[in-house]
């Protein structure tokens, strides 16, 4: 929705060299069918950051659970990692999946493989949600 600077109710804006101002009810939407569909194949996403393949658009939602064995302790167990993703579908509907390292979810007839986590687990240091980068591997079926 946009309105022009002359339409709004509030003088405190003529400071700004602006012509008016846009109200986005749905980012959803937004990026959902305006951003350009990424090229099948590897991709690294970061956390909450919305990827759109094909008509389908892709979040990893969150860390989950991460109990593989950071890598400057000796453990009797690797551990495992494990990420909830959330899918806008084509259809205009949603979906949601949990998948650790190795596993694969489909949405829209699109596979995504989650291949690895990065960064590794130290013990000295907790992992921020902004470090954290998901290799997939997307196709097309």
Not at 109 to 123: A, H, Q, R
Request: a neutral charge; proline letters at 5%.
């Amino acid at each position: 929705l946009f309105t022009p600077a002359a339409a709004l109710s509030s003088d405190h804006w003529k400071v700004y060299d602006i012509k008016g101002v846009i109200k986005v009810a749905s980012s959803n939407a937004f990026t959902k069918h305006s951003s350009p569909a990424m090229p099948f194949g590897n991709a690294m996403l970061e956390l909450r950051t919305p990827v759109k393949f094909g008509d389908t658009v892709i979040r990893v939602m969150d860390v989950i659970g991460d109990s593989r064995c950071p890598s400057d302790v000796t453990c009797i167990q690797a551990g495992k990692v494990s990420v909830a993703l959330s899918f806008d579908l084509a259809s205009g509907g949603s979906s949601t999946a949990i998948l650790q390292e190795g596993q694969t979810a489909t949405a829209d007839g699109i596979s995504f493989t989650l291949d690895k986590v990065t960064p590794y687990p130290v013990s000295t240091h907790k992992t921020a949600d902004s470090e954290y980068r998901f290799a997939f591997t997307v196709t097309n079926k």
